[in-house]
């Protein structure tokens, strides 16, 4: 069964550096999505992403933050400059159609230092 | 904005059924989806409610009461490996995201 991936699976950083988290959704998927969750936290709505297109983002989602699909194939969250609260577990996730389930990813757990 | 919430934490016996209850109050609404999330490991999709009514998919139930802004989650034949967090979550009107509520931490005894 087709799953999502991303990596890597655990980032260290230190305060001010840039990160990129990767995913590679699903294939048939058109719809994807980032999400994150602060340790013992729910999940939290980042940004939609549809046609090479951001359709929603929430507040957290700064000028901080970019999203990419540089290649058809993966698609990237990059945070510029990582602060302290960055520290989470972040998930990538797809859908085929948009209001369909998403699929989500076994995600990356950023600790920010 | 969009505000939902859910009992934290709900212990049962294996064997027995459970219901998991979930309120919300939003600013546009298309439906209201369950993911089940284990410990460290991504959110699961398990079931999802448009329209007013029972969604049954196996041991699992969805039930969405839009006039009341309501729904739940029932379990039934509960099995240990059901012991998990499980969130409810709204879908918008444009359907390009997902609003979660706190999460119901169930355990299952034996």
């Known amino acids: 069964e087709p799953e999502v991936t991303q990596t890597p699976s655990h980032q260290v950083t230190q305060m001010g550096q840039e990160v990129i988290l990767r995913c590679v959704p699903i294939?048939?998927?058109?719809?994807f999505y980032w999400y994150r969750q602060i340790l013992g936290q729910k999940v939290e709505f980042l940004v939609s992403?549809?046609?090479?297109?951001?359709?929603?983002k929430s507040e957290i989602f700064d000028d901080q933050f970019s999203v990419e699909r540089p290649d058809g194939s993966n698609f990237t969250l990059k945070i510029r400059s990582t602060k302290l609260e960055d520290s989470a577990m972040y998930f990538c996730a797809g859908g085929q159609a948009t209001r369909d389930e998403q699929f989500f990813g076994p995600g990356t757990r950023l600790t920010v230092l | 904005g969009q505000s939902l919430e859910q009992p934290s934490e709900v212990t049962a016996v294996e064997g027995a059924i459970v219901q998991m209850n979930c309120t919300y109050q939003?600013?546009?609404?298309?439906?209201l989806s369950w993911y089940q999330q284990h410990d460290g490991g991504a959110p699961t999709f398990l079931s999802y409610?448009?329209?007013?009514g029972l969604e049954e998919t196996g041991r699992f139930s969805s039930f969405l009461s839009r006039s009341d802004s309501y729904g739940y989650l029932l379990l039934q034949e509960l099995q240990m490996k059901d012991s998990a967090s499980y969130f409810c979550a709204v879908t918008n009107n444009a359907g390009n995201m997902l609003t979660f509520g706190g999460g119901t931490r169930l355990m299952v005894k034996p």
């Open positions: 294939s048939n998927h058109l719809y």
């Open positions: 939003t600013s546009g609404f298309y439906g």
């Open positions: 992403f549809y046609n090479n297109e951001i359709s929603e």
């Open positions: 409610n448009a329209l007013d």
